[in-house]
């Protein structure tokens, strides 16, 4: 037998260069200096204020959306940094932040970045980012939140009325659109083993083999997040129907039923149809009312994602274009896309609160099952600790109102149209679809010098190496996609402080771009 080795509880504390440069003797500041209480009460608010007026001068100086910095300047940059040697001087740390980080961050306010879903954030949800993360309530149980579980109750029956959900509808905020179609489809698997379940004629079946059989419907258009969600739920890819979009774009709902009734006949279960209010590409918005039909005609679950379009709900001019809305089971919204709202900030909403019940679980330290009489939103969430982002709709809300945001969505919609006038019009780009809500899909594509058409492959190479060329010079920022396999570019625009010209602007540089990258080429042939 082997003797055993003395176990020591308390090992001696290590020793060395790196221990010894841990406790840096001469730092004047006590530790508990820094803490958020009453005592520091005055200093906390001249540092925010110091940190408030850094990124206020930053966006005041700034002409562009970016500088072009590259990853490894920046990282260079970053590593350089000495984490082991803080400055203990709130502005000293604000001026290298400059370095690493504020002066090469890419910046949305500008009316030059037109590329992704961000948007341009208003300020009194910046006002409630300040609140909240100093007060850091968590929204998980009444008693680390108190009047802030009230608030965000009070905000996802506001956006479920907006929605007419009906007077059993509720919900729960989460931290993106991914989270709640998550949410959505795992509340919608639940439900279809549930319901499966006591289906006399599948009695007995037990998980696997019924997970097996359920098929989840969605557009060949919509979020990635639909299928990340299926292999998150034990379903896997597969388990995904992509449903043909006609040439606009959205689901065809032909072709949904002729999906379904293919499933149906080999014996699989159609567990949920999810249309898209919005597809991040097109902007597109699936023919809701049909699809609702055929979920209600199949028992399955009929899911929105509105991550994009659902800032329609408060919308002044274009807010018919959720019509059919009101007959979802769940809806996606993301009020970090079009409320203008400071990431994070998104919602999943639910036509039943009892299916909510899905994700309940008790444990003893948080949420015993006996504490009924509190309001513990944790019984809602995936999540545990949470943040308070409600109060940023709460403020927007109180405010500038609804109508204000629904306006700043509004006019991003009609400067798309009157962009997509432009580009339909101009014989050196190519509109791939006429624009639905704030996106552009097109491309560069002039003609070559004999009046024959860039061929698709040049067309395809060029553009990314114009997307690529603009980013780097920090001038604009603009995405990419592909269409039918080939590279496309694309607005998003989200700037209601842009106009035509901005967005002109950003084409003529496109356009000089583009053609001095074909000139190079020509020459180096
Ligand atoms: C952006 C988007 C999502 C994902 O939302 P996140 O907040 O980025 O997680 C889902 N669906 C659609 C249609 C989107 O545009």
Redesign the pocket.
Known sequence: MTPKMPVDVHPSPPSGPAAATRRRPGLATPATAHLFNARNSADYAAQMLQGVTAVAGKVSRSTRPFTGATPAELKSRVDGVDLDSPLADTAAALTELEDVYLRDAVYFHDTKYAAH?NCPVVIPALVAEAVLSAVNSSMDTWDQSAGATMIERRLITWAAGELQLGAAADGVFTS????S?FQALLLARNQAVEWLKLDPENDGLRLPSLLEKLRIFTSADS?F?IEKSASMLGLGYDAVVAVPCGPDHRMDPQALAGELARARKVGLVPMAIVA?A???DFGAIDPLADLAAAAREHGAWFHV?A??GGGLMVSGRHGHLLAGIDQADSV?V?F??TFFQPVSS?ALLVRDAATLRHVTYHADYLNPAAAVDRPNQVDKSIQTTRRFDALKLWLTLRIMGADAIGDLFDDAIDLALDVGGILATDPEFELAATPQLSTLVFRYRPLNQDGSRLSEDTADRLNQDIRSAVFASGEAVVAGTRVAGRHYLKFTLLNAEAGVEDIRGILELLRTTGASLLAAAEVSV
């Not at 993106?176 to 989270?179: F, N, P, T």
């Open positions: 879903l993106g659109g991914s989270q179609n979020h997040s898209t919005g597809t991040t994602d991550a994009y996606t993301d970090h896309k998104s």
